[in-house]
């Protein structure tokens, strides 16, 4: 199973850029699908980015309001799950969670990358304040 710890996070002007990470401590990462999600104060999680696991091709999913500046990328070999956040804005604060699991064939990735219902393992989530 995925044991995930996110860090990285902390307090930046809007407009500046802030990267995180996900460390998974358990095995076979290279085997999961994994997304960041976030989380604001009274608002539901919601979809950041996703990116499947080498099996369905390593492709990428974006929320729109942050595509074109946040990116998502892995290194199987540490294995760490980073998110790459330019041009942040102050709306973007929030707790940020790193999501894995397996979610199936390539059809199946597209329709559930963006649900975090479909994710069973979860970091503890680290903390986003952009301030303006």
């Known amino acids: 199973q995925a044991r995930l710890a996110e860090s990285g996070g902390g307090s930046v002007r809007a407009g500046e850029s802030l990267t995180l990470a996900c460390l998974d401590s358990?095995?076979?990462?290279?085997?999961?699908?994994m997304a960041w999600f976030r989380q604001r104060p009274g608002k539901e999680r919601e979809f950041i980015a996703a990116?499947?696991?080498?099996?369905?091709?390593?492709?990428?999913k974006y929320a729109d309001s942050v595509k074109g500046r946040f990116t998502v990328s892995r290194d199987n070999t540490l294995p760490k799950f980073y998110l790459s956040m330019n041009l942040l804005k102050p709306e973007e604060s929030g707790v940020y969670y790193c999501?894995?699991?397996?979610?199936?064939?390539?059809?199946?990735?597209?329709?559930?990358?963006?649900?975090?219902?479909?994710?069973?393992?979860w970091g503890q989530g680290t903390q986003v304040t952009v301030s303006s």
């Open positions: 999501a894995a699991d397996r979610l199936g064939n390539p059809q199946r990735w597209e329709e559930n990358a963006g649900n975090q219902r479909a994710y069973h393992y």
């Open positions: 990116s499947a696991n080498s099996r369905i091709g390593s492709g990428t």
């Open positions: 358990g095995e076979s990462f290279n085997r999961y699908d």
